[in-house]
């Protein structure tokens, strides 16, 4: 089977080895929205990023989240061969090949754990916190406007997976990250200008080989440990 690199051959893992791996490091946090296709994600490669469900397929991520088994079940076999480390949920990997983490119901709320992240009904909240857990500064959040645009729910056209109330969960998980974080904190980009500038002016701020090499000495390090 082929696999990115955030793969497992056999078994699977929590993702606490991601905590706090990258304090001070800019991380950027890209959902689904239309609003990505006016953008050159590609600026963004060599930082610290995690992409939300399907925006892995749309630029190369360092990270790739999703929850919902129905994003395995539509697309596994583009997930397998999706070069960024892919964190999930238990359930929505049956497979039990990649790093997981749990939620934990009710309200939104931040986490020191990559493994145990909080609240339902929309993933950007959910990688916020994970990036949140890993220590980044700031969290530059694109693609989660909860916006259509032409008819269209996602970059890639209509979602037949949203349910009445998606739109609603995503302006409350958006709500709850501005009354939980200061806006240089987190970062909710929403104009073209805006995300250019801010992936001008952390484009040297690192590198993807590094990145990843840290990933892998804390993967390697929690194995030792154990």
Not at 31 to 58: Q, T, V
Request: aromatic share 12%; proline share 4%; glycine share 8%.
């Amino acid at each position: 089977m082929k696999s990115g690199i955030g793969s497992r051959k056999a078994g699977s893992k929590k993702c606490s080895f991601f905590n706090r791996i990258f304090p001070g490091t800019p991380c950027f946090v890209v959902g689904s929205s239309p609003f990505i296709n006016d953008l050159n994600l590609n600026a963004i490669e060599n930082n610290l990023s995690i992409s939300i469900n399907r925006s892995m397929f749309k630029f190369n991520s360092i990270i790739g989240m999703w929850q919902d088994i129905s994003f395995w079940k539509t697309e596994k076999s583009t997930i397998q061969t999706t070069k960024c480390w892919k964190v999930c949920t238990p359930y929505s990997d049956p497979n039990n090949c990649f790093y997981h983490f749990s939620i934990k119901g009710g309200e939104f709320k931040k986490t020191e754990d990559c493994s145990e992240l909080f609240g339902s009904g929309s993933s950007g909240p959910l990688a916020v916190q994970f990036a949140i857990a890993m220590g980044c500064y700031p969290i530059i959040c694109i693609g989660m406007d909860c916006e259509i645009k032409d008819g269209k729910t996602d970059f890639y056209g209509i979602n037949k997976f949203w349910g009445p109330n998606t739109i609603e969960n995503c302006k409350k998980g958006i709500e709850w990250i501005k009354k939980e974080f200061p806006d240089d904190m987190v970062i909710l980009c929403d104009s073209v200008k805006k995300y250019n500038e801010y992936a001008d002016k952390f484009c040297d701020i690192s590198k993807r080989d590094i990145l990843n090499s840290t990933i892998f000495d804390s993967l390697k390090n929690s194995k030792q440990s154990r």
